[in-house]
């Protein structure tokens, strides 16, 4: 059984950073996308960062440059960097793992954390 458990968030002023973590277990990770969404109230969830195995990232356009994802594979650990937080950045955080088919590429399962807060205070 897939278990991802995440750590790291909590409340900062405007300007300042935080890191989440997620670690996963439960499965093999190799062939496996690891990223963060996040959810603000009254709003649909919302891709934040994506890493694949073989280190290719996504970000979305609002957090470009402000943070970086990383994953541990030795450790099937995801990290996000948050830096030059916002007000806007106020969410609840999920770790997010999409197993992938080795030979086709297709996602064959999903599973999310139990969700952090970030709150950014202004």
């Known amino acids: 059984q897939v278990q991802l458990v995440e750590s790291g968030g909590g409340l900062v002023q405007a300007g300042g950073s935080l890191r989440l973590s997620c670690a996963a277990s439960?499965?093999?990770?190799?062939?496996?996308?690891m990223g963060w969404y996040r959810q603000a109230p009254g709003k649909e969830r919302e891709l934040v960062a994506v890493?694949?195995?073989?280190?290719?990232?996504t970000y979305a356009d609002s957090v470009k440059g402000r943070y970086t994802i990383s994953r541990e594979n030795a450790k099937n650990t995801v990290n996000l960097q948050m830096n030059s937080l916002k007000p806007e950045d106020t969410a609840v955080y999920y770790c997010?793992?999409?197993?992938?088919?080795?030979?086709?590429?297709?996602?064959?399962?999903?599973?999310w954390g139990q969700g952090t807060q970030v709150t950014v205070s202004s």
């Open positions: 439960g499965s093999s990770f190799s062939n496996s996308d």
């Open positions: 890493i694949s195995s073989g280190g290719t990232t």
């Open positions: 997010n793992v999409a197993l992938r088919d080795y030979y086709s590429g297709r996602k064959y399962a999903d599973y």
